[in-house]
């Protein structure tokens, strides 16, 4: 993370560490210091107690799949992920903070886009998030694959679109292609209609309608298991 905030490789510019390192200890940033398998219950009292003693406002759980273990392989998997994703969408609503839920696809076939249907678990997870942002990954036989950002869902106003990405070595990280920047691709939601524009003689282009992403979502007084970025 340094390095992608530094966006260079400082191995190769050990004179700069130190100033990064103190650059990025000043961020808000803060890491729950949970690994593998987790209690909702207890993720849930430590978020609350970020959000009343660091005003935090933005909380990213990577990954539900991760979170959840294998205990509950032996009952309903799906409703258990369902409930787990009902508590997050409540603890946003509660709190007035934005909750980024990473979830894993199904395996779909390499040469088949991903849709919002091929989320992980039942329909709930799109259903109750305000927006669905879909990292799609185009393999091709003849060289590298495409990349790029689609949005899937936005509540807020309807639009969606597709970001290009490409990826910066020295970073390393994903960012829009400089000749891409103020171009957002619109493309059809599987339910909307398509507008075509009035006929003049030569064939009409359509229109594609289309919805963008805006979401919200982690409350006080639990043992303090946040970590500071260093």
């Not at 430590?46 to 406002?57: E, G, L, N, S």
């Not at 258990?80 to 934005?98: L, P, S």
């Amino acid at each position: 993370m340094l390095t992608q905030f530094a966006e260079g490789r400082l191995e190769d510019q050990l004179d700069k560490y130190d100033h990064w390192a103190d650059r990025f200890e000043d961020l808000p940033l803060y890491f729950m210091t949970f690994h593998g398998q987790q209690s909702i219950r207890t993720v849930i009292d430590t978020m609350q107690h970020a959000v009343y003693v660091y005003d935090i406002c933005h909380v990213i759980i990577d990954n539900l799949q991760f979170m959840m273990g294998h205990e509950q392989l032996s009952t309903d998997r799906i409703a258990a992920q369902d409930y787990i994703i009902g508590v997050f969408r409540k603890f946003a609503t509660d709190n007035n903070c934005h909750v980024t839920l990473v979830i894993h696809p199904r395996k779909e076939d390499d040469d088949k886009e991903l849709q919002t249907a091929s989320i992980f678990g039942s329909a709930k997870a799109s259903q109750e998030a305000d927006n669905v942002l879909i990292l799609q990954d185009r393999k091709l036989v003849t060289g590298p694959g495409k990349r790029y950002l689609q949005v899937s869902k936005n509540r807020f106003d309807g639009d969606v679109g597709v970001f290009p990405l490409e990826f910066n070595k020295n970073s390393p990280t994903f960012s829009i292609p400089p000749k891409n920047k103020a171009r957002l691709k619109k493309i059809k939601d599987d339910t909307g209609p398509v507008a075509k524009k009035p006929s003049s003689g030569k064939k009409g282009a359509t229109t594609q309608n289309s919805e963008i992403c805006s979401g919200q979502a982690p409350t006080p007084d639990q043992p303090d298991t946040s970590k500071r970025s260093k």
